[in-house]
């Protein structure tokens, strides 16, 4: 089953303007006086007396100036910064701020905050309509499902007890660590009381998954993402190793479709790889059926194998140092089997 991450404007204030300095009166020495003045003096003739000079014009008062309007410069926001605008008004009104056990908070200053809203502009393409419709129904939803709440869940251990297990390896760092979660569905006891009560799965499901999202440490990570550089994902492995039902049970129809749409919604940009392993070609349809309901993108990680001993031989270029002698010897390594080594949600 598949599930398939603002700054202030700065404003710049527009200095009032030196006073105007009064206009400077004309200088007497105009070309025409200049003229008279050089030439030859006339007889004296009795004039009327010169008018007074007029008075100089009064200064213009700073006051009285009018400074032009400076237009604000408001740089534009980006678009985690508009995301993180949606979401703190999403977790106002639904009383929810967290999202993979991160409380957002300012993705300028908050690393954690950064990366859970990259990887929703990541999973839709730079589109920041279609990340901000995402993110607002992923807030929504986990103030409804209270998916931390389900970690604290005891599940029903006749329905999914060796169903489910996460295992990491590696070091601290998220370049260097692997984190894998394991759907052994081949365990499955009874198909109707595994599947049949959609909810119940559902919430198991969730559980598993976020039991995988406390391995990554999101909450405190110290380095940024970016739409090429991503090193916290998940490696998913679905184990289809003796099943026995030969057709397609509703149950599992329905519980597959509902999986992989509450997965694909809220948990976006976490799967690095997915293997289909041990699969009988009658469960051809199941691989078929899943690509249905992802994105092109997501399906290129999908790969089935009818083999699943052939598993440790594809991590042979992980960062992880002899990742494939890590894994159980079931799937190839050396390591021992996942029940009783690995971790896995609370069971009754």
Same mark, same amino acid.
């Given at each position: 089953?598949?599930?398939? +991450?603002?700054k202030?404007?700065?404003?710049?204030?527009?200095?009032?303007?030196?006073?105007?300095p009064a206009e400077?009166?004309?200088?007497l020495?105009?070309?025409?006086?200049? *003229?008279a003045?050089?030439?030859?003096?006339?007889?004296a003739?009795?004039?009327?007396?010169?008018a007074?000079?007029?008075?100089?014009?009064?200064?213009?008062?700073?006051?009285?100036?009018?400074?032009?309007?400076?237009?604000?410069?408001?740089?534009?926001?980006?678009?985690?910064a508009?995301?993180?605008?949606?979401?703190?008004s999403v977790?106002?009104?639904? &009383?929810?701020?967290?999202?993979? @056990?991160?409380?957002? /908070?300012?993705?300028?200053?908050?690393?954690?905050?950064?990366?859970v809203l990259?990887?929703?502009?990541?999973a839709?393409? @730079?589109d920041?309509a279609?990340?901000? *419709?995402?993110l607002?129904?992923?807030?929504?939803? %986990?103030?409804?499902?209270?998916?931390?709440?389900?970690?604290?869940?005891?599940?029903?251990s006749?329905?999914?007890?060796?169903? &489910?297990?996460?295992?990491?390896?590696?070091?601290?760092? $998220? *370049?260097?660590?692997?984190?894998?979660?394991?759907?052994?569905?081949?365990?499955?006891k009874?198909?109707?009381?595994?599947? !049949?009560?959609?909810?119940?799965?559902?919430?198991? %499901?969730?559980?598993?998954?976020?039991?995988?999202?406390?391995?990554?440490?999101?909450?405190?990570?110290?380095?940024?993402?970016?739409?090429?550089?991503?090193?916290?994902?998940?490696?998913?492995?679905?184990d289809?190793?003796?099943?026995?039902?030969? %057709?397609?049970? $509703?149950?599992?129809?329905?519980?597959?479709?509902?999986?992989?749409?509450?997965?694909?919604?809220?948990?976006?940009?976490?799967?690095k790889?997915?293997?289909?392993?041990?699969v009988p070609?009658?469960?051809g349809?199941?691989?078929?059926?899943?690509?249905?309901?992802?994105? $092109?993108?997501t399906?290129?990680?999908?790969?089935?194998?009818s083999?699943?001993?052939?598993?440790?031989?594809e991590?042979? *270029?992980s960062k992880?140092?002899?990742?494939?002698?890590?894994?159980?010897?079931?799937y !190839?390594?050396?390591?021992? +089997?996942?029940?009783? /080594?690995?971790?896995? $949600?609370?069971?009754?």
């Open positions: 089953m598949s599930e398939p +991450e603002t202030p404007a700065a404003e710049v204030a527009a200095a009032a303007p030196d006073a105007v400077k009166p004309k200088d020495e105009t070309p025409a006086v200049a *003229d003045v050089s030439a030859p003096a006339a007889p003739v009795s004039a009327a007396p010169a007074p000079p007029a008075a100089p014009a009064a200064p213009v008062a700073a006051a009285d100036t009018v400074a032009p309007e400076t237009d604000k410069v408001t740089p534009e926001l980006t678009p985690i508009q995301l993180w605008t949606v979401a703190k977790a106002a009104s639904a &009383g929810h701020g967290e999202i993979w @056990g991160v409380t957002l /908070s300012d993705p300028e200053t908050h690393v954690p905050t950064q990366i990259q990887k929703y502009l990541n839709n393409d @730079g920041l279609k990340a901000t *419709d995402q607002t129904k992923t807030l929504e939803w %986990r103030a409804k499902t209270k998916p931390l709440e389900l970690l604290k869940k005891a599940h029903d006749v329905k999914f007890e060796g169903l &489910g297990f996460v295992t990491a390896y590696g070091g601290d760092e $998220p *370049d260097s660590k692997e984190v894998f979660t394991w759907n052994i569905y081949g365990a499955t009874s198909v109707d009381e595994t599947f !049949g009560k959609l909810e119940e799965f559902i919430e198991w %499901r969730v559980a598993l998954m976020e039991l995988a999202l406390q391995e990554l440490s999101l909450s405190s990570a110290v380095k940024p993402i970016t739409a090429e550089n991503d090193p916290y994902k998940i490696t998913q492995v679905h289809y190793k003796s099943i026995s039902f030969l %057709r397609q049970s $509703p149950h599992v129809k329905s519980a597959s479709s509902e999986t992989i749409k509450v997965f694909a919604q809220n948990y976006p940009e976490l799967l790889e997915k293997f289909f392993v041990n070609a009658i469960m349809f199941l691989y078929s059926f899943i690509k249905l309901f992802v994105a $092109p993108k399906a290129k990680k999908f790969h089935p194998m083999n699943g001993g052939n598993l440790a031989s991590f042979a *270029d992880v140092k002899g990742l494939g002698e890590q894994l159980p010897a079931e !190839g390594g050396k390591a021992a +089997e996942l029940k009783g /080594s690995a971790k896995g $949600p609370l069971l009754t």
